[in-house]
């Protein structure tokens, strides 16, 4: 009899605290589900980073952390769900708003991670060579998202809390026109710069100069703002970015060839050679391994110059850089010489005749004397 007594007691108990026991069952879950959670998704994110795919991976990395969060929201408040059941309490009330805001809170810290990770994987992609998206346009787009995703997620959470979201939505497109008028030239840098990163006229290491103003360098930073360019003798340029809309810019990083172009003068008593070396040039351009064949190469007699006869060399390198070229063009200018030199000829430099038909004295020792016209003097 006592036995079934002491039976009777822990079924009257269990039956009176059965919600402890499905508390415990719930948060038990939880941990399981978070455990196994933890395993599936690291053992696919090892998988997954050997394929070339760009989405995978990252959206599996992404996940985990937020989705081990969503997990314990929800297995949290439901248990806490099953405790305001039992016992009433007001403090318990709060469940449902804070279990809305935890969702909020696990979906915006995946996104976020989302955009994050695929911007570096873009960006270790460009450096690689493979990505067509340069490091700061995709900087640049994943802060925009980043912040877009904030800003709604904060509205989202808002709502959630029963606040009015229109409300807000409202003050703030009075003062974003207020603002608008205080701040004209810093929203015109600030939409300058998303159009640089948008258009890309110039990246990071770009060497860039304008004709219109005093600027040329390397570019070494774009911001929302401002953009620094270091100058030929090392001094930083801060250019605000709306500027860049009125702007002509010039990049001579993105030139696919550079131009050789230089005029030469002879004697005009080597006029008749001029055929022979203009020919020579041509030839020597066109077998030179530094000059790109399939673009036009020119070397024409152009003018008759006041002391010279002058004929023009035209030709494009291969190479772009900058030293590259100027060993060439040493070499290109080196080898007319010696064509100039081989033909008899000699190359010009300005002279001038002077032409006296008039007898004139010349005076010498203190003693004058007659003396007809002075032939001519120069070439």
């Known amino acids: 009899m006592p036995d079934s007594a002491i039976y009777r007691e822990l079924t009257r108990w269990a039956g009176e605290n059965a919600w402890i026991v499905q508390v415990f069952v719930v948060v038990f879950a939880a941990l399981l589900c978070s455990f196994l959670l933890r395993r599936v998704l690291k053992r696919l994110h090892e998988r997954l980073k050997t394929t070339a795919n760009l989405w995978d991976d990252a959206l599996i990395s992404a996940m985990q952390g937020p989705a081990l969060l969503l997990?314990?929201?929800?297995?949290?408040?439901?248990?806490?769900?099953?405790?305001?059941?039992?016992?009433?309490?007001?403090?318990?009330?709060?469940?449902?708003?804070?279990?809305?805001?935890?969702?909020?809170?696990?979906i915006t810290w995946f996104l976020m991670r989302l955009t994050r990770h695929l911007q570096d994987r873009i960006i270790a992609r460009r450096q690689s060579g493979?990505?067509?998206?340069?490091?700061?346009?995709?900087?640049?787009?994943?802060?925009?998202?980043?912040?877009?995703?904030?800003?709604?997620?904060?509205?989202?959470?808002?709502?959630?809390?029963?606040?009015?979201?229109?409300?807000?939505?409202?003050?703030?497109?009075?003062?974003?026109?207020?603002?608008?008028?205080?701040?004209r030239d810093l929203l015109a840098n600030f939409f300058g710069g998303l159009m640089l990163y948008l258009d890309r006229p110039f990246a990071v290491g770009d060497w860039v100069?304008?004709?219109?103003?005093?600027?040329?360098?390397?570019?070494?930073?774009?911001?929302?703002?401002?953009?620094?360019?270091?100058?030929?003798?090392?001094?930083?340029?801060?250019?605000?970015?709306?500027?860049?809309?009125?702007?002509?810019?010039?990049?001579?990083?993105?030139?696919?060839?550079?131009?050789?172009?230089?005029?030469?003068g002879i004697r005009y008593r080597d006029a008749d050679k001029m055929a022979a070396i203009v020919a020579d040039v041509a030839a020597l351009l066109k077998r030179h391994p530094g000059i790109d064949p399939s673009q036009a190469i020119m070397v024409h007699f152009t003018r008759f110059a006041p002391s010279s006869l002058d004929f023009f060399v035209c030709a494009h390198t291969h190479t772009t850089v900058w030293a590259e070229f100027n060993q060439v063009k040493q070499d290109i200018l080196l080898q007319i010489n010696d064509i100039i030199a081989a033909h008899g000829a000699q190359i010009a430099f300005p002279t001038s005749t002077l032409d006296l038909p008039d007898a004139v004295r010349l005076v010498s020792g203190g003693q004058a004397s007659e003396s007809g016209p002075l032939p001519p003097q120069g070439d």
């Open 209 to 264: 100069r304008s004709p219109d103003r005093n600027i040329e360098g390397a570019v070494e930073h774009i911001g929302w703002r401002l953009t620094r360019i270091r100058s030929f003798d090392k001094r930083p340029i801060y250019i605000p970015n709306g500027v860049f809309s009125t702007l002509v810019i010039v990049n001579p990083s993105r030139m696919t060839h550079r131009q050789l172009y230089e005029t030469i």
């Open 71 to 106: 997990v314990w929201v929800v297995g949290l408040t439901f248990a806490v769900d099953i405790v305001y059941a039992q016992t009433r309490a007001a403090i318990f009330t709060a469940v449902g708003p804070l279990r809305q805001v935890g969702v909020v809170c696990a």
């Open 130 to 183: 493979e990505g067509r998206l340069d490091a700061a346009t995709a900087d640049a787009l994943g802060k925009l998202l980043r912040a877009s995703i904030l800003i709604t997620a904060g509205l989202v959470a808002l709502q959630t809390l029963g606040f009015s979201v229109s409300g807000i939505l409202a003050f703030g497109g009075i003062g974003g026109i207020a603002i608008g008028f205080a701040a």
